[in-house]
């Protein structure tokens, strides 16, 4: 299988079961999924990490930390969207999992600074607007020089 | 990047953090990036913005300045 063709198909099993289950998926899981080896899904980790689709976790290449917008550990952007609830990696991609999926959702997260619950919500393709504000502190160039920080 | 209640929280929290402050982006904004990033991740053609797009993405938006051009070194 030529190498796009076998990353695009990774790729695919990662954003699927995710959103089937809320829970992105380990190379174990994909290798069976998609039936190939987990060695060949290692290597496609890899290849879409240096493309900057995907973060593996730190200290365990076999996990998926960041699969943007979702996130492979609990966060403070919890998002419950189609029934199912997910995590997603920041103010940002709380809105992007509601964009990906094309559905409605609500992300029940906080102020950064006071802890003050504020809730983020997407009806029929369009933000609930409210007066808050997204803090970005790393500017564009930098934002996957340490990406769990950004 | 993390949600805030309002400007005043933000210098709140950069000054608690000693982190400057840097760019505001509102919901619409927010919501408007979201849709350029993700609205294709689960199909085959999904791939991310090149750093052009990504400028233009922004500048669209009214977010300008070489905090958001990818390929700026004024930040360096």
Known sequence: MPKDDLATKVKLAIYEMTAETGRVPNSSEISRRIDIEENEVLTVFGRLHAKRLLLPEPGDPRRIRMAPPFSGVPTAFPVEANGKQYYANCVWDAYGIAAALHCDAISRASDGHTGEPLTLEVKAGAPVLKPYVAHFAVPAGHWWDDLIFT | ?76
Request: charge should be negative; glycine fraction near 2%.
């Open chain 2, 1 to 76: 990047m993390l949600l805030f209640r309002s400007e005043e929280t933000v210098n709140q929290w950069c000054a608690a953090h000693n982190i400057p402050r840097r760019p505001l982006v509102d919901l619409e904004q927010l919501w408007q990036l979201a849709v350029h990033w993700y609205a294709n991740r689960l199909t085959v053609e999904s791939r991310r913005p090149t750093s052009d797009e990504m400028v233009s993405i922004f500048n669209s938006l009214g977010l300008t300045g070489p905090f958001w051009d990818p390929k700026s070194d004024e930040w360096r």
